[in-house]
């Protein structure tokens, strides 16, 4: 997979046929199905809706991982909040995991995050989805010690 910021610039040379840049709405229905089939979406979030939200924002976006003939088989959306970069939505297809893909979508995601002028990048994993904490641990990331509070406005 050759790894590319948005702009087509080359950041991991791997397998050489993934290339990831920005989705648009067009990839709507593929993108909505990758984060469902990962295990991703919840009845209280409305993924289409979260989707054109980060499209639609001037510091937030999807990055997706294509194969050159065009399918989806990763994504990872960033967003900006003016203090820290944060990561969601990181997904990559059953067929294409251990290749190496997950990794290099984090590395577009940080890449495009400091090129916002993000100092941090964080992102929140669910109690449940104990499986991934070892994939973060390889890339670096550690435990924030940090409690999530929240709380719906809509
Ligand atoms: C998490 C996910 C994106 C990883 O994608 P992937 O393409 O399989 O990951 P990579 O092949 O790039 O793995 C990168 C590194 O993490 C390691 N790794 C991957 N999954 C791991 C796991 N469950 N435990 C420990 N290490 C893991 C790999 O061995 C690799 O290490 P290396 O680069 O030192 O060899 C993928 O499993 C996925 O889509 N999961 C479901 C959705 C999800 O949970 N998303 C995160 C929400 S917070």
């Known amino acids: 997979m050759t790894a590319a ?20 709405g067009d990839d709507e229905r593929a993108v909505v199905a990758l984060w ?16 054109r939200a ?5 510091t937030s976006t999807v990055l997706g991982a ?6 989806l088989v990763g994504t990872v959306m960033v967003g900006y909040d003016g203090h820290r970069g944060w990561v969601y939505y ?33 992102l929140m994993v669910r109690e449940t989805n104990t499986a ?3 994939f973060y641990a390889a890339l670096g990331y550690s435990d924030q010690a940090c409690v999530v509070l929240g709380r719906r406005t809509d």
């Open 5 to 24: 910021t948005p702009d087509g610039t080359p950041l991991a040379p791997s397998a050489p046929e993934t290339t990831i840049s920005a989705v648009t």
């Open 36 to 51: 469902e089939a990962a295990g991703l979406t919840r009845p209280w979030n409305d993924p289409s809706a979260d989707l």
């Open 54 to 58: 980060a499209l639609s924002t001037p």
């Open 66 to 71: 294509r194969t050159p003939e065009g399918g």
């Open 90 to 122: 990181l997904a990559v297809d059953e067929s294409s995991r251990g290749a190496g893909l997950g990794r290099a979508l984090m590395v577009a995601a940080e890449a495009w995050l400091v090129a916002e002028g993000a100092p941090k990048v964080q």
């Open 132 to 134: 991934v904490l070892g």
